[in-house]
Structure formats: structure tokens, C-alpha cells
């Protein structure tokens, strides 16, 4: 792919990576945040989502731009329009961040439910996919963005269980309810996370490949 790269695609892409790990790193505070209790650091999270707002606005403006100047081949086109659409999903990441800080914020104020050990590993196995697919975008390896959306059932298989746990505690104790709902929702947010990655990665093999993987299963599967 990297034949295609101009200044004004190679421009386009780093900022694509910045905004990666921009969310990337939103995550990781806001967990940390809700880890230890740590009310300043939620704040930042909170107030940082403006950055990752205002890069995809710039990542949006450099595509149209570039579509509108430069009459773009299939290829190039292709990559600008994934750049759109990851751009938007890396936004959305953020957005999840700023709803796992702002519960934080909430859980704070109350000793823990329960150890924190659910929760971040689904965390690192989001995040991991998250930055995987976002390898791919470099390398154009469609095996990774293959095993990254065949990793989604781990997630989603934690979240299930963690369900079962915390409803099982609001039954025994309502007491628990609130605590047990802001970590539920905690939880839907790693999912949600873990779902953008998907997305991504599937847009990495339309990059490489120009092949739609979205809802065909014998892709997914295995």
C-alpha cells in the first residue's frame, strides 16, 4: 500500500494513528481511573474527548479535500474512505471512555462491589484487538484482521458472565443494585469497544483486499 502514499495520504494516515492512540490511551486511563478510584483522572478523560472530537473532524476534512483535488484511483479511494469510517469508530472509543470515567466518578464514592478482575481483562483483550486492527491499517495483514474479529466471543463471553455475577448480587442484596448497573454498563462499554475494533479490522481486509467481510460468517468463524 505504500506506493499509494503521497504526503497528503501519509499525512492522512499518521493522524489516523494519533487518533488511535489517543483512544487507546483514554481507555487505559478511564480503567485505571475506576481501578483506583481516582476521581482527577477520570476528570481528564472526561475533558480530553474534545481532542479525539476535533481530529476526526480533521481527518474528514483532509479525505474530502483530497477526494475533491486529487481524483483518486480505486486503491486510494478505497483508503480514504476506510481512514473515514475508522476515524469514526476511534471517535466512538472515546466517547466509551468518557462513559467508563464518568461512572467511575459515580463508583468512587462507594466501596468496590468486587475485585476488579473482569472488567480489565476484558479491557486488554479490547484494547488488544483495538490496536491490532489498527496494525493492520499499516501492513495491510488481513490474517490479523481476521483473528481480530474472531477474538469479539471472548469479550462477549465475559460480559455474559459478568451479567449473570452482578445480577445474581442485585437478587441477594438490592442494596448492590447501583453499583452492580454502573458496572454493567461499564462492561457494555468494553464491549462496544471491542465491537468497534471489529469494525475496523473488516474495513482493513475491504482496504487490502477489496473484499466485504461484514456479516459473513464463514470469515468470523474460523
Given at each position: 500500500?505504500?506506493?499509494?502514499?503521497?504526503?497528503?495520504?501519509?499525512?492522512?494516515?499518521?493522524?489516523?494513528?494519533?487518533?488511535?492512540?489517543?483512544?487507546?490511551?483514554?481507555?487505559?486511563?478511564a480503567l485505571?481511573?475506576?481501578?483506583?478510584?481516582?476521581?482527577?483522572?477520570?476528570?481528564?478523560?472526561?475533558?480530553?474527548?474534545?481532542?479525539?472530537?476535533?481530529?476526526?473532524m480533521?481527518?474528514?476534512?483532509?479525505a474530502?479535500?483530497?477526494?475533491?483535488?486529487?481524483?483518486?484511483?480505486?486503491?486510494?479511494?478505497?483508503?480514504v474512505?476506510?481512514g473515514?469510517?475508522?476515524?469514526?469508530?476511534?471517535?466512538?472509543?472515546?466517547?466509551?471512555?468518557?462513559?467508563?470515567?464518568?461512572?467511575?466518578?459515580?463508583?468512587?464514592?462507594?466501596?468496590?462491589?468486587?475485585?476488579?478482575?473482569?472488567?480489565?481483562?476484558?479491557?486488554e483483550?479490547?484494547?488488544?484487538m483495538?490496536?491490532?486492527?489498527?496494525?493492520?491499517?499499516?501492513?495491510?495483514?488481513?490474517?490479523?484482521?481476521?483473528?481480530?474479529?474472531?477474538?469479539?466471543?471472548?469479550?462477549?463471553?465475559?460480559?455474559?458472565?459478568?451479567?449473570?455475577?452482578l445480577?445474581?448480587?442485585?437478587i441477594?442484596?438490592?442494596?448492590?443494585?447501583?453499583?452492580?448497573?454502573?458496572?454493567?454498563?461499564?462492561?457494555?462499554?468494553l464491549?462496544?469497544?471491542?465491537?468497534?475494533?471489529?469494525?475496523?479490522?473488516?474495513?482493513?481486509?475491504?482496504?487490502?483486499?477489496a473484499?466485504?467481510?461484514?456479516?459473513?460468517?464463514?470469515?468470523?468463524?474460523?
Amino acid at each position: 500500500m505504500k506506493r499509494f502514499f503521497d504526503n497528503e495520504l501519509e499525512t492522512f494516515r499518521l493522524h489516523l494513528m494519533l487518533m488511535g492512540e489517543m483512544s487507546i490511551r483514554q481507555v487505559r486511563d478511564a480503567l485505571k481511573a475506576l481501578v483506583d478510584a481516582d476521581v482527577a483522572l477520570a476528570d481528564r478523560v472526561i475533558a480530553a474527548d474534545d481532542e479525539l472530537d476535533k481530529l476526526e473532524m480533521e481527518i474528514d476534512d483532509e479525505a474530502i479535500r483530497y477526494m475533491n483535488l486529487r481524483s483518486p484511483v480505486a486503491t486510494e479511494l478505497r483508503l480514504v474512505i476506510v481512514g473515514m469510517k475508522a476515524s469514526h469508530d476511534l471517535e466512538r472509543v472515546g466517547d466509551e471512555a468518557t462513559t467508563i470515567a464518568k461512572r467511575a466518578v459515580k463508583l468512587a464514592a462507594e466501596p468496590p462491589l468486587k475485585p476488579y478482575v473482569d472488567i480489565p481483562r476484558m479491557a486488554e483483550i479490547a484494547l488488544g484487538m483495538l490496536r491490532d486492527a489498527l496494525d493492520c491499517f499499516l501492513h495491510s495483514d488481513t490474517e490479523k484482521a481476521l483473528a481480530v474479529v474472531r477474538r469479539d466471543s471472548e469479550v462477549d463471553a465475559i460480559n455474559k458472565q459478568l451479567y449473570r455475577e452482578l445480577s445474581s448480587f442485585m437478587i441477594e442484596n438490592p442494596a448492590t443494585t447501583t453499583r452492580a448497573l454502573e458496572l454493567m454498563f461499564i462492561s457494555k462499554s468494553l464491549e462496544r469497544i471491542a465491537d468497534h475494533a471489529c469494525n475496523i479490522a473488516e474495513e482493513m481486509v475491504f482496504l487490502a483486499k477489496a473484499t466485504d467481510i461484514r456479516h459473513r460468517d464463514e470469515f468470523k468463524n474460523g
